[in-house]
């Protein structure tokens, strides 16, 4: 037996298996040509940052979009920064946001799929039978320097400008210490980390092909890094190459905060004897603001937690629609020839995405939003703004449970012609929306109306509107009655006629119904008149009519 080969049997009593048990247990997946594998792998740290839901919308895309396998791996090995049932936390996020996985963490402890486990809690096994190969390799040593000892050097490598800082040639205390030091030190009960006997040369350069980025060169890596911490918990460097490698993932896609650690994690993947991800590193959401441009901030911006989207009530489609607009620049093109394709039947491609940062902007997102909507059908708009409303505004939840029917006649109005209303962007915005219909929301305002029309001008309009109407008419029928008041009122049927001669008339057939329109639900601009009146009822219309004109004979 080595040197190498009794240190790692002194280092990992325990470890029974082999790399090639895992490589049985884990074997290459049966997939199509092509198929990739992608993951989402978050820490359960805190909410769900709307570039983490982007993330995860590219990886699945290209799962997808390749007939591959998308997987969510918690990383979660850093516990000092994990907060309270943040696995939960994320899954809700992703999940609202018709962002499904294939495979891994689907709910608090519990998993789907063949390659798991996918906490990295749970997987310590896997990494001490790596770490432990990496041991009797000679690739991986045990570090016994201490916090003092680290931070001397920190503070010397900053005295002498060092380019880079770290663990690493002479600095590397422990890297050739001999078997017999090595056990002395273990037998004292010395506390140690692991560390990768790195391979790296200063004067070397690495190149690797990102896939959004392109072509890109770097110093080789040098440092020892950690492999393995002082409690035997992997850091996050190596955990994810060995899970990587395990979980059979073939594109690793990310924030661009990473590629500076890809010399190391290819380094890591060849030392371990894995074959080497693609990667594909994504820029970050930025946001406008003093004439320049910045990150989307936890601290700064609410719109950067997904959880304000559903508080907000922006549908999942919506948001999954604008976040495709920022993913490729082609989207909006395909979206204006295909209008009405299911999001799925896009041609994602990584190569147009972004080199520099997507520009986030909530009120295109908005425009976005009131785009996909007014594609809802009645139903469906009725489904998303009551179940928002039994979560954030139970009084509208009250009224829309009430009476189904009533409130998909409301939403079915200009709904499913060749140019639908773009009334509502978010289900916040239905309340507002529908307040006319419902008594309890209703509140008479009758300050809309056009300037050329006067009080007594009102009154004379609505008590002759009020004779005619009958709620049995058709729409034809019905606006023949309102053109037939025009001309003994004083104004025109005609707007053209009233545009050549204006002072003829005291309006035209326009002002007549805007005057009812007001006076029925306090607004100028509202869908089809017609189809309110009907859905209000008679007692409803009639009410209202001698409500406004009682207001205007004052």
């Not at 037998?187 to 350069?205: I, Q, V």
């Amino acid at each position: 037996m080595t040197d190498f080969e009794q240190l790692a049997a002194l280092l990992f009593p325990d470890v029974t298996g082999t790399v090639a048990d895992l490589e049985a247990r884990f074997p290459p997946r049966s997939l199509k040509e092509g198929a990739r594998v992608t993951r989402f792998a978050p820490s359960p740290t805190g909410f769900l940052h709307i570039g983490g839901l982007f993330s995860a919308l590219i990886s699945k895309l290209n799962a997808a979009t390749t007939g591959g396998v998308f997987l969510l791996r918690i990383e979660d090995t850093d516990k000092k920064r994990e907060i309270d049932d943040g696995v939960s936390e994320i899954i809700r996020g992703l999940t609202a946001f018709g962002i499904d996985v294939d495979e891994g963490v689907i709910g608090f402890e519990r998993e789907t799929g063949d390659y798991g486990p996918y906490q990295q809690s749970h997987r310590a096994e896997i990494y001490h039978t790596v770490a432990k190969q990496l041991v009797e390799q000679g690739l991986a040593y045990p570090c016994f320097m201490t916090e003092d000892e680290l931070a001397a050097i920190r503070e010397q490598q900053e005295a002498e400008a060092s380019p880079t800082k770290g663990i690493f040639g002479k600095w590397a205390k422990y890297r050739d210490a001999d078997f017999e030091t090595q056990k002395a030190l273990l037998a004292e009960g010395r506390p140690y980390t692991l560390r990768l006997r790195s391979p790296g040369r200063e004067e070397h350069r690495i190149s690797f092909d990102d896939l959004i980025k392109g072509r890109i060169e770097m110093p080789e890596n040098v440092q020892d890094v950690v492999l393995l911490k002082t409690d035997g918990i992997p850091t996050y460097h190596f955990a994810h190459a060995v899970d990587d490698h395990f979980m059979r993932t073939t594109h690793v896609i990310r924030g661009d905060e990473w590629i500076s650690s890809v010399p190391l994690h290819i380094q890591l993947f060849k030392t371990c004897g894995f074959r080497v991800p693609k990667y594909a590193h994504i820029s970050p959401i930025m946001k406008e603001e003093n004439g320049g441009k910045r990150k989307l901030s936890k601290r700064k911006d609410p719109e950067a937690a997904v959880t304000y989207y559903a508080e907000q009530g922006y549908p999942k489609e919506s948001v999954l629609e604008y976040l495709l607009t920022l993913a490729n620049s082609n989207f909006e093109d395909w979206r204006r020839a295909n209008p009405t394709a299911p999001q799925s039947d896009f041609p994602f491609n990584l190569k147009k995405m972004s080199v520099s940062g997507a520009l986030f902007d909530l009120t295109k997102l908005v425009d976005v939003s009131k785009n996909v909507i007014s594609m809802f059908t009645a139903d469906a708009v009725y489904d998303g703004a009551r179940a928002w409303a039994k979560q954030y505004d139970s009084e509208l939840f009250t009224l829309l449970d009430r009476d189904p029917a009533f409130a998909k006649a409301i939403f079915s109005i200009d709904r499913g012609t060749a140019k639908p209303r773009k009334d509502i962007a978010k289900w916040n915005e239905v309340k507002a929306y529908v307040a006319y219909f419902y008594d309890e929301l209703y509140a008479n305002d009758y300050s809309e109306l056009p300037e050329n029309i006067t009080p007594a001008m009102v009154t004379e309009v609505l008590t002759a509107y009020k004779a005619a109407y009958d709620p049995a008419d058709d729409k034809d029928t019905w606006f023949a009655r309102i053109k037939a008041l025009c001309e003994p009122l004083g104004y025109t049927p005609n707007v053209k006629e009233y545009k050549k001669n204006p002072d003829a008339f005291k309006g035209h057939v326009g002002d007549v119904s805007t005057v009812i329109r007001v006076a029925v639900t306090g607004r100028r601009n509202t869908p089809d008149l017609y189809s309110i009146l009907n859905i209000l009822g008679e007692t409803a219309v009639r009410v209202r009519l001698d409500a406004a004109i009682a207001a205007f004979a004052q």
